[in-house]
Nanobody, 121 residues
């Protein structure tokens, strides 16, 4: 089995910073893309940032210049540094990894349990 555990969410004032982490454990052969998504109340889940195994990154327009995604392959971990936070960044943040559990198995997506980020005005 594979498990993703997130940490780092919380309550912060507008203009503040938070750093989210998501670590994978279990039977893992390789990790391909890693990403962060968020879902605000009454809204659909949306991509925030993603990073490939080659460290190519992609960001939602709303977070460009404020958020930075990075990965530590040795620790099977992805990070999301969030600066200049705004009230509209308030949401539950989820990590998603595309993982091969074995060389002969196809890759599939695994999700974290979600962590709440609340930005007060």
């Amino acid at each position: 089995q594979v498990q993703l555990v997130e940490s780092g969410g919380g309550l912060v004032q507008a203009g503040g910073s938070l750093r989210l982490s998501c670590a994978a454990s279990g039977s893992i052969f390789s990790i391909n893309d890693m990403g962060w998504y968020r879902q605000a109340p009454g809204k659909q889940r949306e991509l925030v940032a993603a990073i490939t195994s080659d460290d190519n990154t992609n960001y939602a327009d709303s977070v460009k210049g404020r958020f930075t995604i990075s990965r530590d392959n040795g620790k099977n971990t992805v990070y999301l540094q969030m600066n200049s936070l705004k009230p509209e960044d308030t949401a539950v943040y989820y990590c998603k990894f595309n993982i091969n559990r074995a060389l002969i198995l196809p890759a599939r997506d695994y999700w974290g349990q979600g962590t709440q980020v609340t930005v007060s005005s």
